[in-house]
């Protein structure tokens, strides 16, 4: 679930309105947990790179999905652009960022990974605050 599934723009939309927000850190692929894969994604992920399928395991918390194994940092990007070889193809959790998934089966949620050194995760969240704060707002005075 990403934030584009609460009312509002999504956070595509977002980007795409402000591409000043992301600086091209590669924090997001060089800091982040596992590439976690989902079940549905992996013949798109193999059918863009066969070779990947040495990299792939089965995810230890959620066995019905996978992950790529030693993904720290992620091996798609690329160190000199800072930018994702597989972008058009990268996995839902990787479109989803900053909301991560914590927890374990039956207990997991959805988590914001607010990192002040991410100057996109900080200006995507501000920004949807702010629309569903005036939604709300909006709400009770009508």
Known sequence: MGLDTLD???NYELAMEHEEWCTVCGRCCRESESVFIHRDELNLLLTFNS???KEIIRNKEFPQHFEIRDSHPCKFIDPDSN???IYTFRPQVCRNYPLTLIGSPGKAQNSIHLSSKCNY???LIL???IILFDEAIQRLEG
């Open 8 to 10: 509002g723009p999504s």
């Open 51 to 53: 070779d990947l399928e």
């Open 83 to 85: 930018k994702c070889a």
């Open 121 to 123: 995760s900080v200006n």
């Open 127 to 129: 920004k949807k605050s």
